[in-house]
């Protein structure tokens, strides 16, 4: 079984973003335009940025290119036994919920296993998931980038080179187009609460 790193992958976001950062990021102010919408002590500042990855469509494809509406971000891998599949089985609800609601969004599946997710496998994965998930890969330096800046952890482990497992953090990011990174979600997250909330930062950001 995989390891989930949620409260000890937090205090590794504190701790990467440093003093002064994590200080912003704890004191946000009321003049925040989403501070009425806003569940979580880290939220905007110095997490997420720009990156280069792969689509399943196998374009070569930035953040801009795929972050067009608020949008659920989440790194993990398609071997992944049991934690990624209800996780990214609860986004494709909160999408459902979102579009019931009216409000546009979508989700990201970035790899964290590019040796055995190709475009291929991450778009079957994600086709399976929701239409409006999309899969994403690269090659070991572009997940490597995207994932630190995005704060995230993952760790192959010993093993069947064809079954082995990966460490990694469980958070699910929420991204707004020219915003940036504005909240995230644990797993413990419904697809009710995640919907309120991202509708709540869609509406602040229109």
Do not use: W
């Amino acid at each position: 079984m995989n390891k989930i790193y949620s409260a000890t992958a937090l205090g590794l976001v504190v701790a990467m973003l440093g003093g002064t950062a994590a200080y912003v990021l704890l004191n946000r102010g009321a003049e925040d335009e989403f501070a009425s919408c806003s569940s979580s002590a880290i939220a905007g500042g110095d997490i997420g940025g720009p990156f280069e990855l792969v689509s399943e469509t196998g374009a070569t494809v930035t953040d801009t290119d795929v972050i067009t509406d608020p949008t659920l971000v989440y790194f993990g891998y398609t071997f992944c036994p049991d934690v990624c599949p209800l996780d990214t089985a609860r986004n494709a609800s909160a999408l459902d919920i979102l579009a019931d609601m009216g409000v546009d969004a979508g989700a990201l599946f970035i790899s964290i296993d590019p040796e055995r997710d190709t475009p291929e496998v991450v778009g079957e994965y994600t086709d399976v998931m929701h239409p409006k998930m999309l899969g994403l890969t690269g090659s070991a330096e572009q997940v490597k980038a995207a994932s630190q800046a995005y704060k995230t952890y993952y760790k192959k482990q010993p093993g069947d080179p064809d079954y082995y497992l990966v460490d990694h953090s469980t958070f699910t990011y929420l991204v707004l187009p020219e915003k940036g990174f504005v909240e995230f979600f644990r797993r413990d997250s419904t697809p009710e609460q995640m919907a309120e909330t991202v509708a709540c930062y869609a509406g602040a950001s229109s």
